[in-house]
């Protein structure tokens, strides 16, 4: 009897600190309001500070992919610095989540950035699992999401017109992608194996470019995927050896494309290579340093590449030490242009929040390095992309083409 | 006497709760605590009192949570019927992996089932058609009570709290029938000497599975509404850092005590939200407990609050009462688990 | 033909890999009668050591290799006294989640300190290939081949010939009769892990420069390590290289011909179906643990 009237002690225990600590927590809803008069009040005046703008950014910073997270503050906090930590005289704050790309920690975090940090913008979240899973929170708080990097077409779907009013994506999907890019690769070969990441990425990637690239006439022989952080590839290698097609389309980013670009010149491999994820990359040459000319010769097209900006490309190593990515590069261009223009936007409403922030994305369109920004009826941007590939171990930007809206 | 106040106090403080705390994210808290609550004491069942430590217990959760993501979409079903079947079907799951996975003793069992659950992830990351693979079913519609479209104050947060919280009575109730009275004798006697019960007769081996399908019948129904409450299923669902959660929630609370492991599930869901602390820094802790907890006290927290309290009263002159006491409320829980 | 005979060596090499991981579990399961869930991470350490030494510390790869090797069984002393001792004594679920949180630990710890992008290792032998017809192999894949059946080897001698290898054996054969006969059991008990933890740095010093090194790197590793562990029969070093080598074959041959994502149940298949008409391994003898 002791026991359960202990054990009921420890839970009404815990109850209360929790209790206890909501209360002190709950305030800071209301200091929310403080930045909505603030500007109105004080708009002639300098004197008084603005009170900051909470940006929060929900994304992967532990699990398999914690990189990409880590890419992305990269991107955000040099374009912040750039512009000297403010927005439209709005001090910007910088809060993270760790969502480790799972769906339950992803609804987790964006529920703290919103009712704790009371974030006015979220930038994320990361993997299309992630974002998939937020996008129902986002209508309820009120709250905008400019999505970086998830590529699923659900996202584009559901999206403005397609119902969720608060959801923005700023990377093109596949179906986007693969209408600009398949051209250079029916230019060069007839009959082509896909080698793609089993997941919403490599697996919506590799169904756009076999729909696009049959009707180029192009044969597509096979389509394989595989895990991130796997190891072995020469099964599928040799298969494909095996097959002879002409060409080979990679989906896969740095850390896996080594390995299998490793495997594939051990087992001769000669194939024509084609690559739609980050192996065209600074970031891959840096990674590679020991054993140079892995990416010799293949073509990529991608959402960034060296060239586009130069400013941005000598910015970010002498801030980072370490070289620019397409994610380190994308989470830039979002922050110093995008979330810059409809924070400015917002501030000729006077009044910065969730709302007119979430507004303003609608309305802006702003000169960038990789074209007119601007978000459609689906709240999709179209940034260009670009075509690069690698000669005597240099990068060499090929053409910069424009994106539009997918035909079907 | 304490008891009688303290029952109501504390329905009334579980019922309470959403009126007091409002802000959606600390009923997400607490709606995230209760499901591990559920999901841990499903798996203790099997793991705890029997001993039958599988590592396939999220494939049951997450078989539960795909036969709802699957189905809810397509038929509207209502979500006592999703949870059922669920139930059900992961019962069926569980008796087909049980059949090899129980020829082995111990260890290898443990090794066989990370194995089916690692198969059974990659029928979910493959067989795209069914599952979606990688892309994740997602628009999983809210619970209703009837069909479609019904009860739309059923999906709203503090609905969901009071589901889980009838979730977790119902599961709570399951785990105290299973294992007190005569059922729990029988897997007490069988953890603490299986030859020894085999030789009284006892059907080792059909207790052992009759645990082992419980309790992923349970976490098949916690997994389908968890499903509804997420809106998305992923095949991380089936995934191994489950496993360690649940390890982690059950050997830390105390095998076989209920009690600790409610506490614990709820106190190591909350606590990590409130610090804040890095999620690497968060499990490195986690870890030295565990392997802290395991090693000097196999019976977990509760069972070092157990034996600190008994040392207590023993330096008290209550010695005799509590002795009287201590053994009129004893259940099958006072043994050592694991004791050698 | 031709296809088959490429993915056949493939399995091979595949084999030899798991072989050389699960020689240390396997070793270690023979003495101390435990599974050593962190041995994975135990390859992820000595994975990161090598990129510390060879990559960023310019050592020459031989003698990186040899002072990884060095410095991991130093690392498996540690670990035997922090870890395996206080529970070499307690029941086998003990153990599982005694050494399963040895490895939370060491997988996050390491993501602390390296972050989890992952690292390269590449060396002359792992860049040039030797090809020879159709079949092309590279040099690093060679070496692996030859330092798994070199290190069989050596480790066959020390334990049928020398006064700690025996002692070893006696220990696994009869661990009460051993004490009574005066036998170090802690000191065995250090050796024996410093073998397995030394077994775990080789393997991952051939291995990380063909592929690379991050945080989570040991756990797929290590479940296939395990199964060949339990398919050759518990303790039994020699049944485990041979069931490393099988489920490796099985692995290459079943990702060529029939599916490449659903490779990694291969292993557990056989590992099931085995294990139905033999509980106790390929060439196991029945133990009561």
């Not at chain 2, 992830?121 to 990688?134: D, F, I, M, S, Y």
Request: aromatic share 10%; charged share 15%; net charge neutral.
């Amino acid at each position: 009897m002791k026991r359960k009237l202990t054990f009921a002690l420890v839970i009404s225990l815990i109850f209360v600190t929790l209790l206890s600590s909501c209360a002190p927590l709950a305030t800071p809803t209301e200091a929310t309001q403080a930045p909505t008069q603030a500007p109105t009040q004080v708009s002639s005046e300098e004197t008084i500070p603005k009170e900051p703008i909470v940006i929060g950014v929900p994304s992967a910073f532990s699990g398999p992919i914690a990189y990409v997270g880590e890419s992305y503050m990269m991107g955000y906090t040099l374009a912040l610095e750039e512009l000297g930590n403010e927005i439209a005289g709005y001090p910007i704050k910088l809060v993270t989540a760790d969502n480790a790309c799972n769906p339950d920690q992803a609804v987790t975090a964006v529920r703290k950035l919103v009712d704790v940090d009371n974030v006015d913008l979220i930038l994320g979240s990361g993997c299309s699992s992630a974002t998939l899973a937020v996008m129902p929170l986002l209508p309820e708080a009120e709250i905008a999401q400019i999505t970086e990097g998830s590529t699923n077409p659900k996202i584009y779907d559901g999206s403005g017109v397609g119902g969720n009013i608060w959801q923005f994506r700023y990377v093109p999907d596949d179906r986007i992608m693969a209408e600009g890019f398949a051209p250079f690769i029916a230019a060069e070969v007839k009959s082509l194996s896909i080698l793609a990441y089993n997941d919403d990425y490599g697996r919506g990637a590799a169904q756009s470019y076999q729909d696009i690239l049959g009707g180029l006439g192009v044969e597509v022989v096979s389509t394989e995927y595989f895990e991130r952080g796997g190891a072995d590839f020469r099964p599928l290698l040799l298969n494909i050896k095996e097959d002879k097609p002409e060409g080979l389309l990679l989906v896969a980013t740095e850390s896996d494309g080594i390995v299998i670009l490793r495997q594939l010149k051990e087992l001769g491999l000669t194939q024509k290579l084609f690559a739609r994820g980050a192996i065209v990359t600074p970031l891959f040459m840096e990674m590679t340093k020991k054993e140079p000319g892995l990416n010799e010769g293949i073509m990529e097209g991608t959402w960034w590449a060296p060239g586009l900006d130069p400013k941005f490309d000598v910015a970010f190593v002498n801030r980072w030490g370490t070289a620019p990515s397409p994610h380190r590069a994308t989470s830039y261009f979002i922050m110093r242009y995008v979330v810059k223009a409809a924070i400015e936007e917002a501030a000729k409403t006077g009044t910065v929040d969730r709302k007119s922030i979430r507004d303003a994305l609608e309305k802006i369109s702003v000169e960038t390095p990789v074209g007119v920004i601007s978000f459609d009826a689906h709240h999709q941007a179209y940034p260009n992309m670009a075509v690069s590939t690698v000669e005597n171990g240099t990068i060499k930007l090929l053409q910069v083409l424009e994106t539009k809206a997918p035909t079907k | 006497m304490g008891k009688k106040l303290l029952l109501p106090l504390l329905v009334i403080i579980l019922l309470g709760m959403p009126l007091i705390v409002r802000l959606p994210y600390f009923l997400h808290i607490l709606i995230l605590s209760a499901m591990y609550v559920a999901y841990a004491l499903s798996y203790d069942i099997s793991a705890g009192h029997l001993g039958s430590v599988s590592l396939a217990h999220p494939a049951f959760f997450g078989t539960g949570a795909y036969v709802t993501g699957i189905l809810a979409p397509m038929f509207g079903t209502p979500f006592w019927a999703n949870f059922l079947l669920a139930a059900a079907l992961v019962m069926i799951l569980a008796f087909i992996m049980a059949q090899p996975a129980f020829r082995l003793a111990d260890i290898s069992f443990a090794i066989v089932t990370l194995g089916l659950a690692v198969s059974l992830q990659l029928v979910a990351q493959n067989w795209v058609e069914l599952t979606r693979g990688p892309m994740c079913i997602n628009n999983i519609p809210a619970v209703s009570l009837f069909s479609k479209g019904s009860s739309v104050l059923l999906s709203s947060l503090q609905g969901y709290y009071y589901l889980f919280l009838l979730v977790n009575i119902v599961v709570i109730v399951i785990y105290r029938l299973v294992t007190t009275g005569r059922i729990g004798r029988t897997f007490t006697a069988i953890r603490n000497d299986e030859i020894l019960s085999a030789t009284q007769g006892i059907n080792v081996l059909r207790y052992k599975q009759l645990a082992f399908l419980i309790g992923a019948a349970l976490a098949g129904g916690v997994g389908s509404i968890w499903a509804h409450y997420m809106t998305v299923v992923c095949p991380d669902y089936l995934g191994l850092s489950y496993t360690l959660n649940l390890l982690i929630i059950v050997f830390i609370g105390g095998v076989t005590n209920y009690r600790g492991i409610i506490v614990t599930a709820v106190v190591l869901t909350i606590v990590p939200e409130v610090l804040r602390v890095a999620p690497s820094i968060r499990l490195i802790l986690y870890g030295i407990l565990l392997f802290l907890a395991i090693v000097l006290m196999p019976e977990g927290l509760a069972g070092l609050v157990d034996s600190v309290r008994r040392r207590l009263r023993k330096s008290t002159s209550e010695l005799q009462s509590a002795a009287a006491e201590n053994q009129s409320a004893s259940d099958s829980n006072d043994a050592t688990p694991f004791s050698e | 033909m031709d296809i088959f005979i490429l993915h056949l060596i493939n399995g091979i090499t595949l084999g030899a890999m798991y072989a050389l991981v699960a020689t240390g579990l396997s070793v270690v399961f023979g003495v101390l009668r435990m599974v050593n869930f962190a041995h994975g991470d135990l390859f992820m350490l000595s994975g990161y050591l090598l990129v510390f030494l060879y990559v960023e510390k310019g050592v020459p790869y031989g003698l990186a290799v040899v002072f990884t090797v060095a410095g991991m069984v130093l690392v498996g002393f540690l670990f035997e006294r922090i870890v395996i001792r206080p529970v070499v004594h307690r029941t086998w679920r003990i153990q599982l989640i005694a050494t399963l949180a040895a490895s939370i630990v060491l997988t996050n710890l390491a993501i602390l300190i390296w972050g989890t992008t992952p690292r390269q290792a590449p060396t002359i032998l792992s860049q040039n290939v030797f090809r020879v017809a159709s079949v092309n192999i590279s040099y690093q894949r060679i070496l692996l081949l030859v330092v798994a059946v070199v290190s069989f080897l050596l480790l066959t001698w020390f334990v049928q010939k020398t006064r700690t290898g025996k002692a070893m054996r006696a220990i696994s054969q009869n661990r009460e009769a051993s004490v009574v006969y005066g036998l170090d059991i802690h000191g065995i008990s250090s050796i024996t892990f410093g073998i397995g933890s030394g077994f775990a740095a080789l393997a991952a010093s051939i291995i990380t420069p063909l592929y690379s090194v991050e945080p989570t790197v040991g756990a797929m590793v290590m479940m296939k390590a395990l199964a060949a562990v339990i398919l050759g029969g518990l303790g039994h070093v020699r049944g485990t290289i041979y069931a490393a080598v099988l489920l490796g074959i099985t692995e290459a041959l079943f990702a060529g011909y029939v599916s490449y994502p659903f490779r990694d149940a291969a292993a557990f298949i056989v590992l099931i179906f085995v294990l139905l008409l033999r509980p106790q391994g390929i060439f196991g003898r029945k133990v009561s643990i």
